[in-house]
């Protein structure tokens, strides 16, 4: 993989030699031999399946969120263990693997879930049968775990090689239902009875991979399979899904290049808008990822949005967030062990791994390493999932609408700070009774931190909040405020930011300074009253 900064001086270097025909993007494409065969754009993953074919191991797992690329990698490897190396040429594999023909089950549970009037094992077992009539073996009779035992055993008999198992999305099944905690558990047990037979079959086996979301420990393949070798969190693995950045430019250049003279941006400007709307991911704290469908939706609209966010609202998160009383504050620089992300058990979800594996926190840092595990600092990977994840909690728990946000930012840049204050009372006026605890300083602070999150995003400028408390600072491109507060007296909110001087270390930054104390009213619900003196104004304090 080139470096990024070599990418870079290239495409920079060769602006006026850009090709004549604009690339395709393969928006929505997953099928390795269309998306070749159409020339399309392919960022060559081809790699990272050598590597795996000429370890000589057999079972592999890999966990992404949706829309990052398994279903396309899942497809390559269909293609590379079925002998078609014309595919490849060109590509980083073609050259360095023993290229055999296997027998191949392909089974893509996002297609077999589709029909959820039929039940799971029922599901299976018609899937199988299909395999076993493409292969012209007859069909065996029994369960989809019978059927599956059988279809790898006589594959085995009759092509006299040993079979590859590629399975994508293995927990639809269960994602599909997490809600419904009957059908869930009816689900896992369908799935466990299926994964089991893979256990006693290593003799008929050349190579399994399977991918999902999230690791549930109670389904066979990781409770049984104690050789299945999980590559979630693995370095030499972190880019087999996604983009990274020296990937961005190689194969993307032309697309950066339109944008950018569409808009009238330098090219270093539009670089750093992408990488903060969507790079960030991470699951190795040094390797960072764009997710891809959201470069393709960029460079296809030519248009900043959610993409990713906007494809799949996350009813079931909201509605836990708000069954737990989770505190909004705390979904954003936690701290985990390692062991805590990898493993999630059916019946009793946890927050924060559930999060993390549907792509709504990543692994922003490692904290520290050693004989207890690892630990990881978890946060938003970028703007489309922070803004939009945010703004989604923000419209659950107000009936304030979007356009709030815009009002606040724009108050702000103009320095109409009692404007500002006055919007965000309209957010508090709005939230159900049931949703907020007036009486709890950390109910106001929690939708304090939403909000000023997306102003932060909004404005596109800096703000800095204390550890334990909304001590906060917005800064635009012309002021910078200074925010305290506290429960009913916003005198004291006040006072305190000029004992503990807060302002000082912004004052080489020869900005207007405004500071802010407000009070939160338990009778009403809501702000109270606030202090709002430019620093200059009150220094002598």
Do not use: C
Not at 11 to 17: A, F, H, P, Q, Y
Not at 62 to 81: A, I, Q
Not at 184 to 192: A, E, G, V, W
Not at 516 to 541: C, H, Q, Y
């Amino acid at each position: 993989m080139k470096p990024v900064i070599e990418v870079a001086e290239k495409i920079v270097n060769n602006l006026d030699k850009l090709p004549a025909k604009k690339p395709k993007l393969p928006l929505g494409m997953q099928s390795f031999i269309k998306l070749i065969g159409g020339d399309f754009i392919y960022v060559d993953k081809t790699g990272f399946i050598k590597k795996l074919i000429n370890s000589g191991l057999t079972y592999f797992f890999l966990s992404r969120p949706r829309r990052f690329g398994k279903s396309l990698l899942v497809s390559t490897m269909k293609e590379v263990f079925s002998g078609n190396r014309q595919l490849f040429k060109g590509l980083d594999i073609y050259e360095k693997i023993d290229w055999q023909t296997y027998p191949v089950i392909f089974l893509d549970f996002t297609l077999i879930a589709e029909n959820e009037s039929i039940s799971v094992d029922d599901a299976l077992a018609g899937e199988v049968d299909k395999i076993a009539g493409k292969y012209s073996l007859p069909v065996t009779p029994g369960n989809h775990k019978n059927k599956f035992r059988m279809l790898i055993e006589n594959l085995y008999e009759r092509e006299k090689k040993r079979v590859v198992v590629l399975i994508d999305e293995y927990d639809k099944f269960i994602i599909d239902h997490i809600t419904d905690e009957k059908q869930r558990k009816k689900n896992r047990r369908d799935l466990k009875d299926f994964f089991s037979v893979l256990k006693g079959l290593d003799e008929y086996l050349r190579f399994v991979f399977i991918t999902g979301v999230s690791r549930f420990t109670q389904i066979s393949i990781f409770s049984d399979l104690n050789n299945l070798i999980d590559l979630t969190f693995d370095p030499d693995y972190a880019a087999a899904a996604g983009y990274t950045e020296a990937e961005l430019l190689e194969h993307f250049y032309f697309f950066i290049h339109e944008f950018a003279k569409k808009n009238n941006y330098t090219f270093d400007h539009l670089l750093t808008l992408i990488r903060k709307w969507y790079n960030g991911y991470s699951w190795d704290s040094f390797t960072r990822i764009y997710n891809p469908f959201s470069i393709l939706k960029l460079f296809s609209d030519y248009r900043f949005a959610d993409h990713w966010f906007a494809t799949g609202t996350p009813t079931f998160l909201i509605e836990t967030i708000r069954q737990r009383k989770t505190k909004i504050q705390d979904l954003d620089n936690i701290v985990v062990k390692r062991s805590r992300l990898e493993n999630m058990e059916v019946s009793r979800l946890d927050l924060i791994p559930l999060l993390f594996q549907t792509g709504y926190l990543t692994i922003t840092r490692k904290i520290k390493t050693g004989a207890a595990g690892e630990e990881f600092l978890l946060g938003y990977p970028n703007k489309d999932v922070r803004y939009s994840f945010l703004n989604h909690l923000l419209e659950d728990f107000s009936e304030e609408n979007r356009g709030v946000i815009d009002r606040i930012s724009a108050a702000l840049k103009e320095n109409r700070v009692a404007d500002a204050l006055e919007s965000m009372k309209g957010v508090f006026a709005g939230v159900p009774y049931d949703h907020f605890d007036h009486k709890k300083e950390s109910s106001y602070h929690a939708l304090v931190h939403v909000i000023f999150y997306l102003i932060l995003d909004n404005i596109g400028s800096e703000i800095h909040t204390n550890l334990g408390k909304i001590d906060s600072v917005i800064e635009t491109d012309d002021y910078i405020y200074i925010f305290e507060f506290k429960m009913e007296d916003a005198r004291s909110a006040l006072d305190q930011i000029y004992e503990k001087k807060y302002y000082e270390k912004y004052e080489p930054k020869g900005k207007e300074i405004v500071l802010i104390g407000s009070a939160f009213s338990t009778e009403n619900r809501n702000i109270g009253d606030w202090l709002i003196e430019p620093l200059n104004k009150g220094s002598s304090k």
